[in-house]
């Protein structure tokens, strides 16, 4: 994890130096005492001051010499990224995956030629078993429609679309780009829990707005819920669903962090709160407390928007709490309309190193959890699930949609078609690209009419790729994924299909009398009058 915090005048200080001492060298051995004398002067006052200051060693045991490790450690990340790291070895997303987000945005060639890079036989490797008799036209709307029987509004939605990334996380060029994207290639736009912006809305992109725990854009000067804001907000005609972000993958049970640095005048309006503070959310809700008080909430909600569809979202942490909304879904005959599943694989908001490293559950073992939780009370059927998290190409989304999903929402691939070069910067208010800083100097390079168009294609390219494996699978229609279709390599000598490595619960098994031994621990432990 990249974590710099450099001032740019500090680094065309440091390199004025390194360029003097540079030049006072080739003078003096070219013999020229006169102009050495000249520049040795300022290079001695800086000697001098290193040998004195007492905040950092090395340059007070090398002075002048030693601030050449500053330079060198700030463009350590760039020399690595570009010169160094393989095509596959980068993390979060390598360059192989990024140079395919930057081809597909920019509709340009996107194939391989003389052969695969990645090592077959390595441990952890994934494919899909085509068919002998692949499917030659697919003459079907790949949409799905989101919402249960108590849902006034239904919407259809994409397979592939943007996940939650706030105003203020985002420049307001990124947002507005993000989502006039989103207008052209009719998909959805997630809002973050950061509010619906003046960016949101000027788009004409269909949204799902996130109520997070500070309940910005529909939020008292207390900091609680406000009926009367919300409802104003949720019947805007481009408002298509509403999600209530219960944790979020990047910092579960923490809650979202905007440093006082990136809130203008204009996010202190949006999200109702002071300038010159970090906006810390709160990591609980306060308009609810128990998993039935959290299917009430949906419901409130859900009325309150004129009947559009109403889910949340989660970073799966303790079992025994998600079967509880389960049974809380059972003793209120609420259902949410979508529950999204973040995975612990972390996203674009600032975190703490533990959080990001050490809490919340990877997508691909919550996805599967959620989805047998839900089938095993019978609900599955009626509540779609949406898989969120490093989601960049078609086969991304084959993997999740064996494992239970409906949908899939991509935040950072979304950046990376918007011209992210995967910096690393997000948090620090100096990212080079303008799509994560409030600095209009950074924002100017940022070219909204352009960025739109990419962000369409790279969804556009990326749905047309899915759809491409889906029929040489020889299916019909995506729902016909199977788990079986997936296959991993385990060890240098077993190849399992996901059908083999993972079990999949049927219709009913947690409301037998003998509830499967994995889940009869954790679902005798919920209840859906306490989290706890």
């Known amino acids: 994890m990249t974590m710099r915090a450099y001032n740019p005048r500090r680094i065309l200080y440091m390199g004025f130096f390194v360029v003097l001492l540079f030049v006072a060298l080739v003078l003096l051995m070219l013999h020229d005492l006169v102009w050495f004398s000249v520049l040795a002067v300022p290079l001695c006052v800086l000697a001098m001051f290193d040998i004195t200051q007492t905040r950092k060693t090395i340059p007070r045991n090398f002075p002048v010499l030693g601030r050449l490790r500053y330079l060198m450690e700030f463009f350590r990340p760039e020399v690595h990224q570009y010169f160094v790291a393989g095509d596959q070895s980068e993390r979060p997303f390598n360059r192989e995956v990024r140079d395919v987000v930057y081809r597909r945005a920019k509709n340009t060639i996107d194939t391989l030629a003389f052969g695969t890079e990645k090592d077959l036989y390595s441990i952890g490797t994934e494919w899909i078993n085509q068919s002998l008799a692949p499917t030659h036209h697919l003459d079907i709307d790949p949409r799905i429609t989101i919402g249960t029987k108590a849902c006034k509004q239904p919407y259809s939605a994409s397979r592939l679309n943007i996940s939650a990334m706030s105003f203020g996380a985002l420049s307001e060029r990124a947002v507005l780009a993000l989502n006039k994207g989103a207008k052209i290639g009719n998909f959805i736009h997630n809002t973050g829990e950061g509010g619906l912006s003046d960016h949101h809305l000027a788009g004409g992109g269909d949204l799902t707005w996130q109520i997070g725990t500070g309940y910005f854009g529909c939020r008292n000067v207390d900091g609680q819920f406000d009926e009367k804001k ?82 949340f979202k989660l970073c799966l942490g303790k079992k025994s709490e998600f079967m509880a909304i389960c049974k809380a879904m059972l003793s209120t005959k609420i259902l949410p309309d979508f529950i999204t599943v973040d995975g612990a694989e972390g996203g674009s908001g600032a975190s703490p190193v533990e959080f990001t490293d050490f809490v ?8 599967l959890y959620v989805h047998n939780c839900l089938v095993g009370v019978n609900v599955r059927d009626q509540i779609k699930v949406i898989a969120s998290g490093k989601i960049a190409s078609g086969f991304d989304m084959v993997t999740k949609i064996a494992l239970g999903a409906d949908i899939c929402n991509s935040a950072r691939a979304m950046l990376l078609s918007l011209g992210c070069i995967q910096s690393q910067q997000c948090n620090l208010d100096t990212c080079p690209t303008g799509i ?25 390219h990326t749905e047309d790729s899915f759809l491409d494996l889906v029929k040489a699978m020889g299916l019909k229609h995506p729902s016909e994924i199977t788990p079986d279709l997936v296959m991993h390599r385990v060890d240098n000598d077993t190849v399992q299909s996901y059908a083999q490595m993972y079990d999949f619960l049927a219709p009913g098994d947690l409301l037998k009398a003998k509830v499967p031994e994995d889940y009869a621990k954790d679902w005798k432990k919920a209840s859906a009058k306490s989290f706890n």
């Open 360 to 367: 919340g559950t990877p997508l691909r073992e919550g996805l």
């Open 230 to 311: 919300f409802a104003a907000n949720a019947k805007l005609p481009t408002v298509k669903t509403i999600e209530i972000k219960l944790s979020q993958g990047a910092k579960p049970a923490h809650g979202g962090i905007l440093p006082a640095c990136k809130v203008t005048e204009e996010i202190s309006r949006v999200r109702g709160v002071p300038m010159g503070e970090d906006v810390v959310s709160p990591p609980a809700h306060s308009a609810f407390s128990t998993p039935e008080g959290l299917l009430k909430f949906v419901q409130k909600l859900r009325k309150l928007s004129g009947g559009k569809p109403v889910g």
């Open 436 to 460: 994560t800083t409030q600095r209009k100097r950074l924002q100017y390079g940022l070219v909204v009419d352009q960025k739109k168009i990419r962000v369409a294609q790279y969804h556009q």
